[in-house]
Structure formats: C-alpha cells, structure tokens
C-alpha cells in the first residue's frame, strides 16, 4: 500500500491515528514541524510515493478577522498543490468553508464547516464509504468565483 499524505495545523494528528489504525500508512507533511518538507520533486515522484494527497485545514473566521486566506509555506511554497491534476488530491476544511477561493483547481473540495472530534470520526466515515456524503451547502461553496467550477 502507498502512503497517504496530507498536512494541517489541527486535528492532523487524531486523523492520522484513525487513517493508520485502519491499515493506511500516513505521511503527516507540517512545514511548521519540518521547514525543508515539500513537494518540490517532479509529479512522477510525487505520484510513484503516494496514492493521495490529503490537505486538512483548520482556519476559523472570526469577528476580528472575518476572512482568513490560506498561506503556503514560504520556503519555494513547497506546500502548494501545484500537481493536482496529476496525484489525486482532496482538500479538506474543518472550519471556512471559503478556501476554495484560494485553489481554485483542486478537484475534490470538502467543507465539515466545524472542527470538533466529532467531525474527526464523521469524515473518516464518509472519505472511506462507511457514511454518504448528504446535504447542501448553505453558503455558494464556488466563493462567487467562475473559475472554482471547473
């Protein structure tokens, strides 16, 4: 089995645990935890090390900041899903459900719009079949952006 990748500032580790403890094996990717970590290597690199590539975020809005954008890494953005079209690569937000304005091109985009352990557990569910995904956004998930539609 490849590895499974993906990074986040929260909640990474207990999904990790989850991923692992059902036979996944897990690459946690935290430029914070390791600055020269990255993604820079050629796609046939990236898609020969890992079936998926996970992005889990956890950037809440808050009165004080009511729009939060995501920030890649600085060192060369080593953390920027620039090869999305090649290694299957999903996106998850626990919280803002609006990061879709700042990768357009991901092809799989899931808002939990709340991050508890809670959420944990219902996404696991749901990424591996044991759960549908049901529901409808109750905010445009497409950030009023033509370009998030593709």
């Not at 207990?14 to 820079?40: C, H, I, M, W, Y």
């Not at 998926?52 to 920027?80: C, E, F, M, Q």
């Not at 991050?115 to 549908?132: Q, R, W």
Request: hydrophobic content about 35%; proline content about 9%; charged content about 20%.
């Amino acid at each position: 089995m490849k590895k499974e990748g993906f990074y986040s500032e929260s909640y990474a580790g207990r999904f990790a645990d989850k991923l692992r403890t059902n036979g996944f094996e897990v690459v946690l990717f935290d430029p914070n935890q390791n600055p020269g970590a990255s993604f820079t290597e050629p796609t046939y690199t990236i898609k020969e090390q890992f079936d998926l590539v996970i992005y889990l975020a956890n950037l809440p809005n808050v009165s004080v900041k009511p729009t939060l954008r995501l920030h890649w890494s600085p060192t060369l953005a080593g953390d920027l899903p620039w090869f999305i079209q090649e290694v299957p690569t999903i996106f998850i937000s626990l919280a803002n459900p609006y990061h879709l304005f700042d990768i357009p091109r991901v092809p799989v985009m899931i808002n939990c719009y709340h991050a508890n352990e809670n959420m944990i557990d219902n996404l696991y569910k749901k990424l591996t079949g044991g759960s549908e995904f049901k529901g409808k956004s109750p905010i445009d998930p497409f950030c009023g952006c033509w370009d998030t539609r593709f």
